[in-house]
């Protein structure tokens, strides 16, 4: 079964950076395809930015759009985020998430997933 832990995260001011890392456990990484999540308290969940089995195909929400980066490290199992120019409404609890599916295509519905981290904090605030 996959296992994924997301870390990084916590307290940054408006304007700064962060990056978030996602280890995964219990298969290679390159016969998944893998995205990022964030929610904010009273809010559904949202895609951030997805990138497809071997990082050939990313996509972004177009709110972060320019300010964030996903990639993927397939030998190292890894996948981050990394973030720049962060504002307060990107605070919430980001989760990796994962699906089996080897190709171009990559998706930022949560519904398309099936297994997930248990979610790191981020928090942009003076």
């Known amino acids: 079964q996959l296992r994924l832990v997301e870390s990084g995260g916590g307290l940054v001011q408006p304007g700064g950076s962060t990056k978030l890392s996602c280890t995964v456990f219990?298969?290679?990484?390159?016969?998944?395809?893998l995205a990022w999540f964030r929610q904010a308290p009273g809010k559904e969940r949202e895609g951030v930015a997805c990138?497809?089995?071997?990082?050939?195909?990313?996509n972004y929400a177009d709110s972060v759009k320019g300010r964030f980066t996903i990639d993927r490290d397939d030998a190292m199992n890894t996948l981050t985020l990394e973030m720049v120019d962060l504002r307060p409404d990107d605070t919430g609890v980001y989760y990796c998430a994962a699906a089996v599916f080897q190709g171009a295509y990559c998706s930022r519905r949560a519904s398309e997933h099936d297994s997930w981290g248990q979610g790191t904090q981020v928090t942009v605030s003076l």
């Open positions: 219990g298969s290679p990484l390159s016969s998944w395809r």
């Open positions: 990138i497809s089995s071997h990082g050939g195909n990313t």
